[in-house]
């Protein structure tokens, strides 16, 4: 034991303050129909003549006053020695986990948030389990809408028909929304005839549906 304290004074362990984690910024990175990701960046201060490493991070994420979602975070981290190192957590939230917490938000401009957690280092002097608690507010975001703005007939036979279907994209927040991948289903009298998915660039706020429908696959032939 004499010999392990020797060790660690020297290397001046025990007189090091303790490492300490913070949320340095919040930023809504996308906004789907079905979520949104926002990016939480960590920045951890280690302040030892040593590296440490993240083991896992546990954390709650409250809205409005809300606790909305919980998760765990166990990809390993190499924090190196004496520096100040950030990381990236992506997190997505589902409209259908928020919606309790932002009809609490009617008439207002902004959405209040509270992260709390616990961070847990793997330290030479043993594991190091530190609280977290960011508190902020974001602006106001809901779900993007989607409107049927116009359907054209390109070409129509016996055996079926094309179709190019524009769809429009409305969100309050443009400059934070992109909408990756628009997936679709498209049906004439309950009738399943179409799917499939189409690509959005950044900022865009419409998108074309290419249709191609074929009567007998389709249920919908007519007999004559």
């Not at 910024?25 to 490493?53: C, G, K």
């Not at 994420?61 to 765990?72: D, K, N, Q, T, Y």
Request: glycine share 6%; proline share 6%.
């Amino acid at each position: 034991m004499t010999a392990l304290c020797l060790w660690l004074t020297a290397c001046g362990l025990i007189d090091a303050a303790t490492p300490d984690v913070s949320v340095r910024s919040v930023e809504v990175r996308a906004i789907t129909l079905e979520h949104l990701v926002v990016d939480w960046t960590f920045q951890v201060d280690n302040p030892y003549p040593a590296a440490v490493q993240v083991a896992a991070l546990d954390w709650t994420l409250s809205v409005a006053g809300h606790p909305v979602v919980e998760g765990r975070h166990t990809e390993v981290i190499d924090i190196k020695a004496s520096t100040l190192s950030e990381w990236v957590l992506p997190m997505s939230l589902s409209w259908s986990e928020l919606f309790a917490a932002l009809e609490q938000t009617e008439g207002r401009e902004s959405i209040p948030y509270a992260l709390t957690g616990t961070l847990a280092l793997t330290t030479p002097l043993g594991p190091l389990r530190l609280p977290i608690a960011h508190n902020g507010e974001l602006p106001l975001i809901r779900a993007p809408s989607v409107s049927l703005d116009e359907v054209r007939v390109m070409e129509l036979g016996l055996t079926g028909a094309r179709l190019e279907v524009d769809v429009g994209i409305h969100s309050e927040l443009d400059s934070a929304v992109h909408l990756g991948e628009l997936r679709y289903a498209f049906t004439i009298a309950d009738t399943a005839v179409a799917s499939g998915s189409a690509s959005m660039l950044p900022g865009a706020d419409s998108v074309t549906l290419p249709l191609e429908i074929e009567w007998l696959l389709s249920g919908l032939a007519v007999a004559g």
